[in-house]
């Protein structure tokens, strides 16, 4: 079959689901192509800006701040745009025509290599910029967005989750895992729950403002109100309920490693993410039968087209199809 991302991953889920060991091998960005992309970005990132340039970064600062975006994407659509800026650097940003963005786009991002994502982000600091800004040379919805893939989510079949959940013996990385697993969480949303969040009279964790400053609730199973008071009892954390070891909030590096290390103890080799966890959770709801509206609920999604990428990884409705071969007498 041609390659493509939608069919290596349905391949590799397809047979992973039955045993079979499967490597998946992304192709990359050349050492030459990366050595090219660091040696340009460091030399633009190193120009000064203009007076103008900082005004307009201060100008997207508030609007970014006024519409409460999460300090993550005010930090990356500010430095995107200072990036873009500084690309133009000679140029007030008000006198950059539409022909010399398209220019940057193409020279900067395409050239280079960069992901259709990270195009995506660009265009979307820049439209955001001149549309507040009031003042551009040209329209800036005209810029269209790059056709990004639809790559399916990496899954783990129910085995494959029960041995990285059983990979591990230290209590703490235990707790961390399960509850990724078992209420989908992602990784910023384990390390921000408080002790507070956890309502046990309702069996239910409060996730404050996830993706997008969206609450929600989900389910907590028996089974990990067990594991979670053998932690507590052990390890008595103060205000969040995984805390370093020096106090205050776990990190997100720390969780990635927990599951990498658990990943490796229970032999299972495949590129992913914590996140498959979570995809892995929403998967197996599916194929249990849960309704896809309550799946999306669970998972905070805005709407039900990002949770029906589930329904294609999800064998519920494949077990029931026959392939047309075994009506053939062939032998």
Not at 3 to 9: A, F, K, M
Not at 68 to 74: C, E, H, L
Request: proline letters at 3%; glycine letters at 6%; charged letters at 30%.
């Amino acid at each position: 079959m041609p390659w493509s991302e939608l069919t290596g991953d349905s391949l590799s889920d397809y047979f992973s689901s039955r045993g079979v060991e499967v490597k998946v091998i992304k192709p990359v960005a050349s050492e030459i192509q990366k050595s090219a992309r660091r040696e340009l970005g460091d030399e633009i990132r190193g120009r000064e800006l203009g007076d103008n340039a900082y005004e307009g970064l201060e100008l997207m600062r508030k609007h970014l701040d006024g519409v409460r975006y999460s300090s993550k994407t005010n930090e990356s659509y500010l430095a995107l745009l200072g990036l873009f800026f500084k690309y133009y650097n000679e140029k007030d940003p008000l006198n950059i025509t539409s022909k010399e963005v398209s220019h940057f786009v193409h020279e900067f991002i395409i050239t280079n290599g960069y992901s259709a994502s990270y195009q995506n982000q660009m265009i979307s600091s820049i439209k955001t910029f001149y549309k507040i800004s009031g003042k551009c040379r040209f329209n800036p919805q005209s810029f269209e967005r790059p056709r990004r893939s639809r790559a399916l989510p990496k899954v783990f079949s129910k085995d494959e989750v029960k041995r990285i959940l059983n990979a591990t013996r230290n209590n703490k990385h235990k707790l961390l895992l399960w509850m990724i697993y078992s209420c989908g969480l992602r990784r910023s949303e384990i390390t921000n729950i408080l002790l507070t969040d956890l309502d046990r009279d309702r069996n239910i964790l409060h996730i404050r403002e996830g993706k997008g400053r969206v609450d929600r609730i989900v389910p907590v199973s028996v089974k990990v109100w067990v594991k979670l008071d053998e932690y507590v009892d052990g390890y008595s954390p103060k205000k969040y309920l995984f805390e370093g070891q020096t106090g205050g909030r776990y990190s997100v590096e720390s969780v990635y490693r927990v599951f990498k290390q658990a990943l490796q103890k229970a032999g299972i080799n495949k590129e992913v993410g914590v996140h498959s966890l979570r995809h892995s959770y929403a998967t197996h709801l599916h194929e249990s039968g849960l309704d896809i509206r309550y799946i999306q609920e669970l998972l905070g999604h805005k709407s039900t087209r990002t949770t029906e990428i589930y329904t294609h990884v999800s064998r519920r409705n494949l077990v029931a199809v026959r392939s047309p071969i075994e009506d053939l007498d062939v032998k």
